[in-house]
């Protein structure tokens, strides 16, 4: 097949291309960004380019004018390249996926930018093993060329070819392709590479490829957090994870928990700015991915997204004001497959994106998909997971049952809104001892890098070492004493962790800190506690505590029992699993029977809602101590 250059201005970026590609895929390729809200289809009229020099062949378009005719104006994704092209992409053509300046506020964009690698947690939580069917897959296929006895039409011969490989349920496809199909099929020598994407109970032949390309077939699985925003860029073939890579949530700007956000949706172009931070967000990280492991944006061809309701809803540009408005329901909990780029997620642009069902206004996909992938759904005895994030999600039960609830917990546990706190990547101090005679501290970060923060897992542990140490006492106040590691601050007292000499600047926690981890820990475990009592049950009849969360691959489980975050129950019966929303994520993009269960999950979890429940604030204010008001609820830290 033969090879062209296509040249894209103003970028000025080159990329050799097969003929017969798309311009839009060759943009891609290329790593220049066309407005594709259709995703390919031809009818959104968002592609528009200029074929300044060189030869194309396109399909006939009521979006395009007599007039841009004239001016060499073609649909980027429906034109095909024949020769060596200059292509000029105008501004209107490129405005769609662009955050207006402004509307991130100053320093955050700085705070904000790079996103970081992250080595996913390797436990294999879940013993299930779920058959390989991603959401997208890609067949290979030599179909005999039409006889003089064998006249069925280019479609049905192309369907009959992918049956006799797989029996696909309801195979469909639209008009785009049938369109250039023909031609296709003869230049191709009839050999040609189809991508089928599962949207529901039917098969979508999402795309046809000249030539053998099915050894490249990539997908995402993402988690949307309310803090913190995480991409796993996995190998549809093989399964393999390549590489995981998150960030913060830019819609931060707009508000730390999801009722500021869905207030913020609320004013004029609200929707629209948070929409396109998350994206912006996801984008970024998705290019760093691509290109740090050398992959080709097109051969991305599916995307499974979990978070919590309202994360979901602002990603798919979907009004998120009834979710905080009684009787608090969202517009829905399962949306259909779509193409990624409506969207605006930059993969393949006819590739399909397809979000973890939810349950209700405040327990999302997110939970959902750490339900399958840490197995609570199927256990015998009861069981508990704790996913201890901005908007933490309690689910308890078991194969029979499963009961869930949400707790506004803040963002201090992902190290954002505390002075020294960063995300669970390289450079985070993530576990901490401290010296009771010097108040030095030791640590280790992750990477064993000069520390840069602390992350979760590096709270936890100061918290309860602050205890053990007499730093701190019981209701979170820094005791004076007379340590050059605690200091008068401008809010208070507050305890160098690591001095500047050691780190560049001082890695501290303040007062103010401490109350917003005292805070964020009492809703986590109250609302647990509420949610067990709630069933009649107590915590020492639990089998399985499971806990989730953005720790990276550490959390001390004795010291986070130690400062009351979890309860005092024998030791075993805690599974830390990581990230089980992004594992989750996962298990559903490469099956789907892992979708189905999905689903099943879905719809088994009751909603259970905390904020109409008059137990609730009796057990947060009690929990507002360390490790709580009531010492019998504690033995062993009493005993300790
Ligand atoms: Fe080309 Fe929509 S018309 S992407």
Redesign the pocket.
């Known amino acids: 097949m033969k090879k062209f250059k296509v040249t894209f201005y103003p970028d000025k970026k080159s990329v050799e291309v097969d003929e017969e590609k798309t311009i839009?895929s060759a943009a891609i390729s290329a790593g220049v960004h066309?407005?594709?809200?259709?995703?390919?289809?031809?009818?959104?009229?968002?592609?528009k380019v200029i074929v300044r020099r060189g030869e194309v062949s396109t399909q006939p378009?009521g979006?395009i004018t007599n007039e841009e005719r004239k001016k060499n104006i073609y649909?980027?994704?429906?034109t095909t390249i024949h020769g060596d092209l200059e292509i000029e992409i105008p501004a209107s053509s490129r405005a769609h996926f662009e955050v207006p300046s402004g509307v991130l506020n100053k320093g955050l964009e700085e705070v904000y930018a790079p996103s970081e690698e992250i080595e996913p947690l390797s436990v294999a939580v879940d013993e299930e093993i779920f058959s390989h069917s991603p959401l997208a897959t890609k067949l290979y296929l030599e179909i005999p060329p039409p006889e003089l006895d064998d006249k069925v039409s280019d479609l049905d011969r192309l369907y009959r070819a992918i049956k006799s490989k797989k029996n696909f349920p309801l195979l469909q496809t639209g008009l785009t392709n049938i369109r250039g199909l023909s031609e296709l099929l003869r230049r191709s020598n009839w050999k040609v590479t189809v991508t089928l994407g599962k949207r529901n109970d039917a098969t979508e032949l999402v795309l046809i490829e000249p030539q053998d390309t099915s050894a490249k077939n990539f997908g995402l699985a993402i988690d949307i957090g309310t803090t913190t925003v995480s991409v796993q860029l996995v190998d549809l073939i093989s399964d393999r994870i390549i590489g995981t890579r998150l960030t913060y949530n830019k819609q931060a700007s707009f508000g730390s928990d999801v009722i500021s956000r869905i207030i913020h949706a609320q004013k004029d172009n609200g929707l629209e700015e948070l929409h396109l931070a998350v994206t912006e967000c996801l984008n970024q990280i998705i290019e760093e991915l691509i290109s740090e492991h050398n992959i080709d944006l097109n051969d991305v061809t599916c995307v499974l997204c979990a978070g919590n309701t309202t994360m979901i809803h602002l990603l798919l540009r979907i009004d998120p004001s009834y979710i905080r408005r009684q009787p608090y329901v969202p517009t829905a909990n399962l949306p259909p497959t779509i193409r990624a780029?409506e969207a605006g997620i930059r993969i393949n642009?006819r590739g399909l994106l397809s979000c973890v069902p939810g349950v209700a206004s405040y327990v999302g996909g997110d939970a959902v998909a750490g339900v399958l992938s840490c197995g609570l759904y199927k256990e015998e005895d009861l069981g508990i997971l704790i996913d201890i994030g901005t908007n933490g999600e309690i689910v308890l039960g078991n194969k029979e049952f499963l009961v869930a609830c949400a707790a506004s917990a803040g963002p201090a546990f992902e190290g954002s809104g505390v002075s020294s706190g960063m995300r669970a990547t390289s450079g985070a101090i993530q576990s901490v001892k401290i010296d009771p005679k010097t108040l030095r501290a030791s640590f280790n970060t992750i990477g064993n890098v000069k520390p840069s923060g602390i992350c979760g897992s590096g709270y936890i542990d100061l918290l309860a070492e602050m205890l053990r140490s007499g730093v701190m006492d019981k209701s979170g106040k820094i005791n004076a004493g007379n340590s050059s590691r605690i200091r008068k601050g401008a809010s208070g007292l507050e305890f160098i962790v690591v001095p500047k000499e050691e780190a560049g600047e001082d890695i501290l926690i303040t007062e103010a800190d401490i109350d917003n981890l005292k805070r964020a820990k009492a809703a986590i475990y109250s609302a647990t506690s509420v949610l067990v009592k709630y069933i009649n049950f107590d915590f020492l009849r639990v089998s399985k505590i499971f806990i989730a969360g953005g720790f990276g691959n550490f959390l001390n489980l004795e010291n986070a029992i130690f400062i009351g975050l979890l309860p005092d129950i024998e030791r075993e019966k805690l599974i830390f699993v990581g990230n089980s929303s992004l594992a989750g994520g996962r298990l559903m993009l490469l099956s789907s029977a892992a979708m189905k269960r999905a689903r099943e999950i879905a719809r088994k979890i009751t909603y259970f809602e905390l904020s109409v429940e008059p137990r609730y604030m009796e057990e947060y204010m009690a929990a507002l101590f360390f490790p709580h008001t009531d010492f019998k609820l504690f033995p062993s830290v009493k005993a300790g």
């Open positions: 839009l066309i407005d594709s809200v259709c995703g390919g289809d031809g009818v959104c009229g968002r592609c378009s979006l649909l980027a994704c429906i780029s642009p």
